[in-house]
């Protein structure tokens, strides 16, 4: 874990846009019984921490995409730290829809992205990767070339990462799943015995909450 993972990590646990209840998981929208739950669009409540986000993001699109021409965040969690990152940068920003507007201009994307711009795609939370790679394909349909998916946080779901390779989509974010256990084992949030039921949730979250039973009061 790097400092930045750790910072992040520290971060996201101290203001609860990451929770972690092994005993008592969390129901996703997809049905999904988990012991993790995420929420960073807490971030944009505190200024220090958004600012930390805000530099971090700047700093890698500097140091590994100098070329960037245009910043896209993902609706809606990403829209905020984008257009902080945008501005910091001086670059254009847009935004893209999970699905176009149902009236006048049916727009997917929002903003003005010009034919063969470099595009750095900002994420606030990358899980499974569907909504975060139909975010790519449509800059790409659009005519633009994705440089690279900057995220918060992601949970490394195997088949997440898989996906963005074969996508072609190079992946940098400032925290990981691995990166939160850790920082929760050393703050003693969680411990030894959480520690692995944690760990066996993300190597099979779909099935995991079948054999998690509730002890009824």
Known sequence: MNSVQ?????????????????????TWASGWKSPIYCDNRK?????AIRNFIKVEFARIVLEKYPQTDAIAGVATG??????LV??????????????????GLENLIE?????????????????TGGSSLK??????????DVLGMLAVFTYGFPHALRSMLEAR????????YDAILDEALQ??????????TLQDWRHNPENWGQTVKKVKK
């Open 43 to 47: 971030l944009m409540s505190y200024p």
């Open 169 to 176: 989509v190079e992946l940098t974010t400032l925290c990981n």
């Open 86 to 103: 945008a501005d910091l940068l001086d670059l254009p920003f847009v935004y893209i829809r999970s699905t176009p507007k149902d009236h």
């Open 78 to 83: 990403a829209i905020a730290p984008g257009v």
């Open 6 to 26: 750790k910072l992040t990590a520290e971060k996201l646990l101290k203001i609860k846009a990451i929770k972690l209840q092994p005993s008592n998981p969390f």
């Open 111 to 127: 903003g003005d992205l010009k034919p063969k711009q470099k595009v750095i795609v900002i994420e606030d939370l990358v899980s």
């Open 135 to 144: 975010a790519v394909e449509a800059i790409r349909r659009d005519g633009s």
């Open 187 to 196: 703050t003693d949030y969680i411990d030894e015995s959480e520690l692995k």
